[in-house]
């Protein structure tokens, strides 16, 4: 007897005065019963749908009565879809839609290439294949497709191929020869503006002054003659030259600053990206529910087993700001030394090194707080002059 039921097994009832008969007579006949009970004057079990026909005719001839009590999961799972087919039919095609759309080409990202190269790396994806509304599946991997981009196109030293879903990326790189450098004239290396040298390294010519030097605007620092006597002649000095420059910097702000802070409160605002297009699902005025607001956006890729789909989950989220007085002078000070700060980034150049800083003068007056900043600078301070024909 089977101890496990099949999704084709369906339930019997057979009643009579002969029904052991029956059932020996079934056994007999090599027809499986399995899960039987036995009731006062019946025995109810679960049989293959198939032998339904051969047990009825041997309950006739032994004087007894048979019942189906119950359908098997296989014919109550067909009924069901069989009367539903339409709407599983319907959503068959669209999951097969949806996998096939996922699979194709939607978006093509060149960067890195001037117009021409991109129009002609554009034409060779196109003789690949590669091209929007092109099935993925069908296009060589992307180990390959670099191989063959590198081979046809002669301008490029290197091009990266990525796929982030249903978007091929491209990067190029492209060659590019060193341009020759004109020949420069003969020149001195002078100071810029009035500095105490930091450092010195003459590449070409002849350094004139040493660390710690006080030197002043146009004085020579490398000198463009070498040689002496005779010998003598002049090049393009070149070389480093750092020193300290002094810079003096006043700012003045509101003794009340107005500072923004997060109140608490938030909303979030749902929509659905869908073929580049953005649907709103809920909270479609969340942005709309706060005079001030900090907003945060996340998305989540939709994804079925190893296929990215060309749907995405968008999530904002408001946190609603505002803004307060902040009268703390300790923090009004900090302020302006930050401004002053910024105020000298903005006249000295990036590789320059603030040193040191110090406060040469704090009022306060006419709601206003003045600062005056005294910094140390190490900068570049070498410009060029040309040698003059006769010096």
């Known amino acids: 007897m089977k101890k496990k039921r099949d999704l084709a097994d369906i339930q019997v009832?057979?009643?009579g005065q002969n029904v052991e008969n029956i059932i020996n007579h079934c056994l007999a006949s090599g027809i499986i019963l399995s899960h039987m009970s036995k009731e006062k004057d019946a025995i109810v079990f679960y049989t293959a749908y198939s032998n339904i026909n051969q047990i009825e005719e041997t309950v006739r001839y032994n004087e007894g009565e048979m019942e189906v009590l119950e359908k098997s999961t296989y014919e109550r799972y067909y009924g069901f879809i069989k009367k539903r087919s339409a709407f599983f039919f319907g959503i068959g095609l669209f999951m097969i839609i949806i996998i096939l759309m996922s699979q194709m080409i939607w978006k093509?990202?060149?960067?890195?290439?001037?117009?021409?190269?991109?129009?002609?790396?554009?034409?060779?994806?196109d003789k690949l294949g590669i091209k929007v509304g092109s099935f993925q599946f069908l296009l060589p991997d992307l180990e390959t497709m670099q191989t063959q981009l590198l081979e046809e196109m002669d301008e490029v030293t290197w091009i990266g191929v990525n796929k982030t879903g249903t978007t091929f990326h491209f990067e190029v790189?492209?060659?590019s020869l060193p341009e020759k450098e004109e020949a420069k004239p003969p020149h001195h290396i002078v100071a810029e503006k009035t500095a105490v040298i930091d450092s010195i390294f003459a590449e070409k010519g002849q350094p004139m002054v040493q660390q710690n030097d006080l030197v002043h605007k146009d004085d020579v620092l490398i000198s463009g003659f070498i040689g002496e006597g005779e010998y003598t002649r002049a090049v393009a000095a070149e070389g480093e030259v750092r020193g300290?420059?002094?810079?003096?910097?006043?700012v003045e702000l509101p003794e009340k600053l107005m500072l923004e802070t997060l109140t608490g409160d938030s909303k979030n605002q749902y929509s659905?990206?869908?073929?580049?297009?953005?649907?709103?699902i809920w909270g479609k005025d969340a942005g709309e529910q706060f005079e001030n607001a900090v907003v945060t956006e996340d998305t989540y890729d939709a994804k079925v087993w190893r296929w990215?789909?060309?749907a995405s989950l968008d999530i904002k989220n408001y946190q609603e700001s505002k803004t307060i007085n902040n009268v703390s002078k300790k923090n009004i000070v900090e302020k302006s030394k930050e401004a002053a700060e910024n105020k000298l980034k903005n006249h000295i150049s990036q590789d320059a090194e603030i040193k040191d800083e110090k406060i040469l003068h704090e009022d306060s007056q006419n709601g206003k707080v003045k600062l005056v900043v005294?910094?140390?600078?190490?900068?570049?301070?070498?410009?060029e002059a040309p040698i003059i024909q006769g010096e």
Request: glycine share 4%; aromatic share 14%; no cysteine.
């Open 108 to 125: 093509i990202e060149i960067e890195g290439a001037d117009p021409p190269l991109e129009y002609e790396m554009e034409n060779y994806l």
């Open 173 to 175: 790189v492209e060659q």
């Open 308 to 310: 990215n789909l060309p």
């Open 244 to 250: 300290e420059v002094w810079y003096k910097v006043t």
């Open 13 to 15: 009832k057979v009643t």
């Open 374 to 383: 005294h910094y140390q600078v190490i900068e570049d301070i070498k410009s």
């Open 272 to 280: 659905l990206q869908l073929f580049g297009f953005q649907i709103p």
